[in-house]
């Protein structure tokens, strides 16, 4: 389930600079009962407790930024805990994720450790109220997931948009296929938005995974014509698998069925990125690899454009595992800094991955004043 991740990592680049502040979440594509069992097993901590006091206090080592301190009493705790009270913390209560816990609250809370070893709500995460996370519960309980657990979270939010499509929605189904002698496992299928001229465009419809016969059907979609593609879930070190229907159309109240996506291979590699940061702590630096095409405005192209943001280690080195091969451009950013009024740079950097893994460097330099 980690690859999950990989479909959204444009939106991990904004959350990496903070100064953006916008709540912005990528549309989930699993179940409940698969999101809960994602969540349960990355969290550190996982409980339903009580909140006791809320407070605030300077960011560690930042003093620009607030963190939120809550004090929970445990009710119930499902992984990692045997305290009677826990602290748990948050960077994002004073932005547009702001999540309102209040003394008194009961919560369903995922904790996720973070640094100096404390302990973490996230901003997209699934913590929540007793009466939003039953689905939660009931998986941290082990039960029995409901049918309403397992009904995909877009369709979900499709008919809370509009009801209507419960009657005049239309049906796409079918299947992914997988190339000879792989293994079958699940993969992602999306509907993307067309132009007039049936050309791809950048923004999506519906995002679902396969059943784990490779089958699927996306219900409620509004009728339109759309671009059908297909991702493998799970990635290999050195693969992963994409595939291309093309363009469909679905008209009111229909249901379009036996359509076929064949997977083919695409090659990964990794890219390491030196940056020299005199002057500047190596912790406090991220670098962003973006595929060059993400900058085009070209429809109709491949819908996996893909970009990653990594921290750069204690050797001034950020490494990018299980990248596509492609052509990539590098920009290396600060903690803590405002990306619009930067105190340091660098010049463009480009670094194209193929057969061989490469290695880039990246020279910063102090921002003269204009």
Same mark, same amino acid.
């Given at each position: 389930?980690?690859?999950?991740?990989?479909?959204?990592?444009?939106?991990?680049?904004?959350?990496?600079?903070?100064?953006?502040?916008?709540?912005?979440?990528?549309?989930?594509?699993?179940?409940?009962?698969?999101?809960a069992a994602?969540?349960?097993?990355?969290a550190k901590?996982v409980?339903?407790g009580?909140?006791?006091?809320?407070?605030?206090?300077?960011d560690? =080592?930042d003093?620009?930024?607030?963190? #939120?301190?809550?004090t929970?009493k445990?009710?119930? #705790?499902?992984?990692g805990?045997?305290?009677?009270?826990?602290?748990?913390?948050?960077?994002?209560? &004073?932005?547009?994720c702001?999540?309102?816990?209040?003394?008194g609250?009961?919560?369903?809370?995922?904790?996720?450790?973070?640094?100096?070893?404390?302990?973490?709500?996230? %901003?997209?995460?699934? $913590?929540?109220?007793?009466?939003?996370? =039953?689905?939660d519960?009931?998986?941290?309980? =082990?039960e029995?997931a409901? +049918?309403?657990?397992?009904?995909p %979270?877009?369709?979900?939010?499709?008919?809370m948009?509009?009801? $209507?499509l419960?009657?005049?929605?239309?049906?796409?189904?079918?299947?992914?296929r997988?190339?000879?002698?792989? %293994?079958?496992?699940?993969?992602?299928?999306?509907?993307?938005?067309?132009?007039?001229?049936?050309?791809?465009?950048?923004?999506?419809?519906?995002?679902?995974?396969?059943d784990?016969?490779?089958?699927?059907?996306?219900r409620?979609? &509004? +009728?339109?014509?759309?671009?059908?593609s297909?991702m493998?879930?799970?990635?290999?070190?050195?693969?992963?698998?994409?595939g291309?229907?093309g363009?469909?159309?679905?008209?009111?109240? $229909? &249901?379009?069925s036996h359509?076929?996506v064949?997977?083919?291979?695409?090659?990964?590699?990794?890219?390491?990125?030196?940056?020299? +940061? +005199?002057q500047?702590p190596?912790?406090?630096?991220f670098?962003?690899?973006?595929d060059?095409?993400?900058?085009?405005?070209?429809?109709?192209s491949?819908p996996?454009h &893909? %970009?990653?943001t990594?921290?750069?280690?204690?050797?001034?080195?950020?490494r990018?595992?299980?990248?596509?091969?492609?052509?990539?451009?590098?920009w290396? =950013?600060?903690?803590?800094?405002?990306?619009?009024?930067?105190?340091?740079v660098?010049?463009?950097?480009?670094?194209t991955?193929?057969?061989?893994?490469?290695?880039?460097?990246?020279?910063?330099?102090?921002?003269t004043?204009?």
């Open positions: 389930m980690r690859r999950i991740q990989m479909l959204f990592l444009l939106l991990c680049i904004a959350a990496a600079v903070r100064e953006a502040r916008a709540c912005t979440c990528s549309t989930p594509v699993l179940s409940d009962r698969d999101g994602n969540q349960f097993e990355a901590a409980f339903e009580e909140v006791v006091s809320v407070k605030d206090s300077k560690v =080592g003093s620009a930024f607030t963190e #939120s301190e809550f929970f445990i009710i119930q #705790s499902f992984k805990l045997k305290e009677p009270t826990l602290r748990v913390f948050s960077d994002f209560e &004073h932005t547009s702001a999540s309102g816990i209040r003394a609250d009961k919560l369903f809370v995922y904790a996720f450790e973070g640094k100096e070893g404390k302990l973490y709500i996230t %901003a997209c995460g699934r $913590t929540g109220s007793l009466e939003e996370t =039953g689905a519960l009931r998986f941290a309980r =082990g029995p409901t +049918p309403e657990d397992r009904i %979270a877009g369709e979900k939010w499709r008919l948009d509009d009801p $209507t419960k009657e005049r929605g239309a049906t796409l189904s079918g299947e992914v997988w190339p000879e002698k792989v %293994a079958l496992r699940q993969a992602y299928v999306t509907l993307w938005e067309v132009d007039e001229l049936g050309r791809r465009l950048d923004s999506s419809v519906a995002v679902q995974m396969t784990s016969d490779g089958s699927f059907e996306i409620y979609l &509004h +009728p339109g014509t759309y671009m059908v297909a493998d879930v799970n990635w290999a070190p050195t693969l992963r698998y994409l291309i229907l363009t469909v159309s679905l008209l009111e109240g $229909t &249901h379009l359509e076929v064949v997977l083919h291979s695409d090659p990964l590699g990794t890219v390491n990125v030196r940056v020299d +940061p +005199p500047i190596r912790e406090k630096l670098v962003v690899l973006r060059v095409e993400l900058d085009e405005e070209t429809p109709g491949s996996y &893909h %970009a990653s990594t921290k750069v280690d204690s050797d001034g080195v950020a990018f595992k299980q990248m596509p091969y492609g052509r990539y451009t590098v290396v =950013g600060m903690d803590g800094e405002d990306i619009s009024k930067p105190s340091w660098h010049d463009d950097v480009e670094v991955l193929g057969s061989t893994n490469p290695e880039v460097s990246v020279q910063m330099h102090r921002k004043s204009n």
